[in-house]
């Protein structure tokens, strides 16, 4: 049975930093692209950050150069560090085995000016 939870999720001020973290179970992550992403409210889920099974990074244009996509996969778990925070990248974020249609519950940031 596959399962993500995500947890790290908190409420930060503009130009902080948070880690969040995805433990995956019921698969490997290391045969897996995954991605993170995340929904505010009254607009669409969009895609910040992936990871193919090799490795490759991507991030959204309005993301990169401050978060960092990574797993650990001896833990099984994947990680999304954002740094230098910012009020619009308040959501609640999601990560994603890509293309299988398995979700986590997902988690609350919240970034204030």
């Known amino acids: 049975q596959v399962q993500l939870v995500e947890s790290g999720g908190g409420l930060v001020q503009a130009g902080g930093s948070l880690r969040l973290s995805c433990a995956a179970s019921g698969f490997r992550l290391r045969y897996n692209a995954m991605g993170w992403h995340r929904q505010a409210p009254g607009k669409q889920r969009e895609l910040v950050a992936s990871i193919s099974a090799a490795g490759d990074p991507n991030y959204a244009g309005s993301v990169k150069g401050r978060f960092t996509i990574s797993r650990d996969n001896a833990k099984n778990t994947l990680y999304l560090q954002m740094n230098n925070l910012k009020p619009e990248d308040t959501a609640v974020y999601y990560c994603?085995?890509?293309?299988?249609?398995?979700w986590g519950q997902g988690t609350q940031v919240t970034v204030s000016s």
């Open positions: 994603s085995r890509m293309g299988s249609g398995s």
